[in-house]
């Protein structure tokens, strides 16, 4: 496809250049261009074909990169790069050595601040505009949020602290839900119009000088016409918090969007615009089924993604989701809960079979963690599925919450390990890290598909704070029997017997062990238990061993290597341990195998490390 008007941006001062009329023509080219791109290399869809003109305004109306532009999440921002002289790198979107599906600082100077988790935006666009003001330098700062983000905690911290603070912020709701505003029309329009013009804005000032002079006046007035702004339009909550709220208005109408922008350009303090869009928005199959078309892979754009294939091996996220129905239907104290990732949870079954016992609270992951404490005080069983990297978010709630008062939730963590396209801010590459240093924790990771559901038995059967780790997508493809049998807690097993050199695999690690020891003519244990960790089982192979080497998908600081370095380190033992794992940096996106051979945690990798190991030792 062509695209006459696109091919012409090569930066946002291109389109600041063109004649307004011209802008739907580039809307449309650019939302062709990103569904031809993101049919090729996989990536999220709906998101960013909702954002095509509210993108397109903004960089005709800020002046970027000197005005700031704060994304939140980053889910929406393809149209973005692909204005700021990214387009031809999106080809390479989301693999190794391309184009970030999030925006990075490093990567371009109108990706302002790095993002990939929810709702730090409004923060950081207020930082960056004290800092502006503090450093007299005359430049604009705008955070873009969704509804969704919008539901998290630091986002109200953030407008909190905001209201009372004499900087020049301008916070975009982009709301694609429909689930804030009643829908949109022309009154709407005309009102963002007027509320957020200087006419109007000049008035109330005058106003409010000549209403100071008269006792109780002002006050009066201005409950007057909160109560009237209350009542056409939804943002009563905003302006109580200090905002000047404008809107809703439509979010996919350039002659609503840019004149607005304009006004609130102009103004001092902050401001908020609501806006609404559609996801998949000028994509049908898009608009049909936004969240199917959320994260895709490769797909034919005209035709649409084809569903329904199956006959592959069962992801660990879907064996837990068909573990959590059947643990559900053998006790009804189960609890399910999810910090808004329903779909990429495994959970939509759950949510359908036992509707009253399933709870996303949205992304809140905090708050996801304290409720699962307080449902497990009055006797519940409460299992909480999240992902490796937004636990993280719910630090201290895990500690302070959870583990110190020892109650039993289970924490289904999923995507531990890297997890390939969405790289560094997705990657599960600290949590047997941070979990193992917790009191009270167990914590387990499954080295294939039937393992995973027996400790998620194991882990719901413990009167304690436990967490299975698994790594995204499928694993070598074990059998899987429908019953909720347990294991042994902090007891792993030999799966092969060998000479000199015992591999100590953890979770996902365990495929490439067996393939590297078969060279190596080495032993290899499943630990299964990171906390505690089979400390017989460790001594035991450095009593008829000469060198143990721990192999795990997770930070080498703090891993599981450290627990098995600490057992030998209990029992006075001072056979050689070789460590291997995630380097002490974070890894970027691209294809999981291939970041996983570089690193040397494939088969190969694996064998090489031994190799020079052992050689270290000879020469010694």
Request: aromatic residues 6%; negative net charge.
């Amino acid at each position: 496809m062509t695209f006459l008007l696109l091919d012409r941006v090569l930066s946002p001062a291109d389109l600041r250049r063109m004649d307004r009329e011209a802008l739907p023509q580039l809307a449309e080219e650019l939302r062709a261009f990103i569904v031809e791109s993101v049919s090729r290399t996989g990536g999220h869809l709906s998101s960013n074909l909702g954002t095509v003109e509210l993108t397109v305004a903004l960089h005709y109306v800020f002046d970027t990169p000197a005005d700031r532009l704060v994304w939140d999440v980053g889910h929406q921002t393809y149209p973005h790069k692909a204005l700021t002289g990214r387009r031809p790198g999106m080809d390479r979107l989301r693999m190794k050595d391309g184009v970030s599906g999030f925006p990075r600082r490093g990567e371009s100077e109108y990706d302002t601040f790095g993002v990939g988790h929810s709702s730090t935006s409004i923060s950081a666009a207020l930082g960056m505009a004290v800092a502006a003001r503090n450093k007299g330098e005359d430049r604009r700062v705008v955070a873009i949020i969704g509804d969704g983000a919008m539901s998290a905690g630091q986002a109200f911290e953030a407008l909190n602290n905001a209201g009372v603070i004499d900087a020049n912020l301008l916070v975009i709701l982009n709301d694609n839900d429909m689930s804030i505003s009643p829908p949109v029309g022309a009154l709407n329009k005309y009102l963002a119009r007027l509320l957020s013009g200087g006419t109007f804005n000049a008035a109330r000032r005058a106003g409010e000088k000549m209403l100071a002079a008269i006792p109780n006046a002002l006050e009066f007035a201005n409950r007057v016409e909160e109560h009237v702004k209350g009542m056409i339009s939804p943002g009563t909550l905003f302006e109580e918090f200090g905002f000047n709220y404008i809107g809703p208005i439509d979010g996919h109408d350039l002659d609503a969007l840019i004149p607005t922008l304009q006004n609130l350009r102009k103004l001092n303090g902050p401001q908020f615009l609501h806006v609404i869009t559609k996801k998949g928005q000028g994509y049908k199959l898009a608009e049909a089924d936004p969240i199917l078309y959320h994260g895709v892979s490769k797909f034919d754009a005209a035709n649409g993604i084809e569903q329904g294939k199956g006959g592959g091996k069962p992801t660990y996220t879907q064996i837990f989701g068909d573990w959590l129905c059947d643990q559900a239907k053998a006790d009804a104290r189960l609890v399910g809960i999810t910090p808004a990732m329903r779909e990429g949870s495994g959970m939509v079954r759950y949510a359908s079979e036992f509707p009253r016992r399933y709870f996303d609270v949205g992304i809140a992951e905090q708050h996801a963690v304290t409720f699962a404490g307080g449902l497990a005080c009055e006797g519940m069983k409460p299992v909480v599925a999240i992902y490796s990297t937004f636990l993280q978010r719910a630090y201290d709630q895990l500690i302070h919450d959870i583990a110190l008062q020892n109650l039993p939730v289970v924490f289904a963590i999923d995507r531990g390990g890297l997890v390939g396209a969405d790289g560094a801010t997705h990657n599960g590459a600290f949590d047997l890290s941070y979990l193992t240093c917790i009191p009270n924790m167990v914590v387990m990771t499954p080295s294939d598909e039937s393992e995973c559901r027996r400790m998620l038995s194991t882990a719901y059967s413990l009167d304690c704070p436990s967490a299975v780790r698994y790594p995204r997508g499928s694993g070598p493809g074990a059998t899987v029997a429908p019953d909720l049998s347990t294991l042994p807690v902090g007891k792993g097993e030999i799966r092969r017997h060998g000479k000199r050199v015992a591999l100590l695999a953890f979770g996902a690690m365990l495929a490439p062990a067996l393939k590297a020891a078969e060279a190596l003519d080495a032993t290899v244990a499943n630990m299964r238990f990171v906390k505690p960790i089979d400390a017989a089982l460790v001594a035991q192979l450095a009593a008829e061993h000469e060198l143990l080497v721990t192999i795990e998908e997770n930070a080498l600081i703090g891993g599981a290597g450290a627990e098995v370095a600490r057992a030998l380190e209990n029992a006075g033992l001072g056979v050689p341990l070789q460590r291997l794992g995630l380097p002490d940096h974070f890894v970027d996106h691209g294809d999981t195998a291939l970041l996983l051979g570089e690193l040397g945690l494939d088969a190969s990798g694996i064998e090489r490390s031994v190799n020079a190991r052992l050689a270290a030792m000879v020469n010694s």
